[in-house]
């Protein structure tokens, strides 16, 4: 009988441990879910972007940060040139955003970049003055004027690339003097870094006449800006690409598709950028 009743209380014993591990949730079952969105990577990422990118980016990564929480944006700006540069030297940027797409393909051709070029904006050129104007500049025509100080940028900057094709294509125009080019040239008395700098010298009155991007000219409130003829100027296309040595190449990803699409461009828009060609 003692042993019968051993049993019989051993088997009571099983049962009630069984009930009660199937009452008792697992930790894994409690555990909160991610606030993470759906087929979106955290993570902190650094932006190298091109120096006109500046305000627009600003806005961009606030607004991003707030739709992806965990993610936090560092926003580093300079001529695409010298970015592109500091990546190959080994710099630690996760997505390059370039004024150009020359610069970023670069990387692709040397095998610093994860994946193809992204284009996903595009500006157009404008000349800008001082608000007081002393060098009465109504055309560009009149920035090849004796005696004009003209700001530029350094040679190999995208802004200046695209400058320089300007200049050759207002040569061509009804209108414009003979040796338009070479006198613009000779006017210049100052080579910046970036495109940022060179609308800085203007609005500090440290020259007549730019070439910028419009985008730039609209950043400024102590500048005036004079009509390019739209059959001469040129399309500035923006590209970007991940960096290879990313080591958030998932979230880098998600922030690039992110600025090309819907939302990335209708804050590039409210800025004055134009969609990609």
């Known amino acids: ?18 009930c009660s591990s199937a009452a008792t949730p697992s930790p894994s ?15 902190s990422l650094t932006i190298y972007a091109a120096a006109s990118l500046k305000a627009v ?9 707030a739709a992806n929480p965990g993610t936090t944006l560092t926003i580093s700006t300079d001529s695409s040139s010298a970015l592109e540069t500091k990546i190959e030297q080994g710099a ?16 692709v051709d040397k095998g610093l970049a994860a994946g193809t070029v992204v284009t996903f904006a595009g500006n157009l050129l404008t000349v800008i003055v001082p608000k007081a104007n002393p060098a009465a ?26 400058a320089d094709k300007l200049v050759a294509n207002l040569a061509k125009e009804s209108g414009y003097p003979a040796g338009f080019a070479t006198a613009y040239a000779a006017n210049v008395i100052s080579r910046e870094d970036n495109v940022g700098a060179v609308a800085s010298k203007i609005s500090l009155g440290e020259g007549d006449a730019a070439i910028v991007y419009a985008t730039d000219a609209k950043a400024w409130d102590n500048i005036a800006t004079v009509a ?30 992110w600025l090309a699409g819907p939302d990335g461009r209708a804050i590039l828009a409210t800025f004055g950028f134009l969609p990609a060609p």
Do not use: H
């Open 1 to 18: 009988m003692r042993s019968r009743f051993a049993v019989l209380s051993a088997v009571i014993a099983l049962v009630l441990t069984a």
């Open 29 to 43: 079952s409690t555990a909160p879910a991610s606030t993470t969105p759906t087929g979106a990577a955290s993570g």
């Open 57 to 65: 980016l600003a806005k961009a990564a606030s607004a991003y940060q």
């Open 92 to 107: 630690p940027a996760d997505v390059f955003l370039s004024a150009d797409s020359a610069n970023p393909q670069k990387l």
């Open 137 to 162: 500049i109504r055309s560009p025509a009149d920035v090849a004027k004796p005696g004009v100080k003209i700001i530029a940028a350094a040679t190999g900057v995208p802004i200046q690339k695209y």
């Open 228 to 257: 390019v003829p739209a059959d001469a100027n040129v399309p500035a296309t923006y590209g970007g690409v991940v960096v290879l040595g990313s080591t958030n190449q998932a979230a880098a990803d998600g922030f690039l598709a």
